[in-house]
């Protein structure tokens, strides 16, 4: 009974009764990775989740009073230019607080760092590393096009109608 507004990390594989608790606690918000719109990548990444959940965990949060912000990132080692347009259109398919589109980067001692040689070019260039610029280019695709891509999720995500009065 402190009274006071918090927000929060989690997953959308959380109890639903947890999440009312948390409301009842103060909880205004919750971040969440989403990563992916599209099922084959979420199972390649290993994120145990499924698109259905991720769908009921955003609706359930949203009824119950709690803002969604849903972390997704384009440019995984499987992604196509149709997957990528999958996350970008499954992130406008919910009623998300707010949605950031990172890019996939490969950090030092990781797994991706491991195989993502196998699945694109990968800078040589530890500066370049940011998740907010392509240090990693899946085959098939182009940094270009994740650029153009990153702009594009962002900008149809928050230029709609909805979100500008929000």
Known sequence: KLNIDWVCSGRVDMNLNILKKMKEAGCWQ??????????KVLDFIHKN???EKVREFVV???????????FFILGHPIDTSETINQT??????????TAEFSLCTPF????????????????????????MSPSFVPKGLTAEYL??????????FYFRPNKILE
Do not use: M, W
Request: glycine share 10%; net charge positive; proline share 3%.
């Open 147 to 156: 650029i153009n891509k990153q702009k594009e999720g962002h900008r149809n």
């Open 60 to 70: 359930e949060a949203h009824k119950i009073g709690i803002k969604v912000r849903g």
């Open 108 to 131: 030092p001692h990781t797994e991706l760092s491991q195989i993502a040689n196998q699945y694109g070019i990968v800078s040589g260039n530890l500066a370049d590393y940011s998740t």
């Open 88 to 97: 970008i259109n499954f992130a406008l398919s919910l009623p998300l607080y």
């Open 30 to 39: 919750i971040c969440v990775g989403i990563e992916s719109g599209n099922q």
């Open 49 to 51: 989740i499924n698109l």
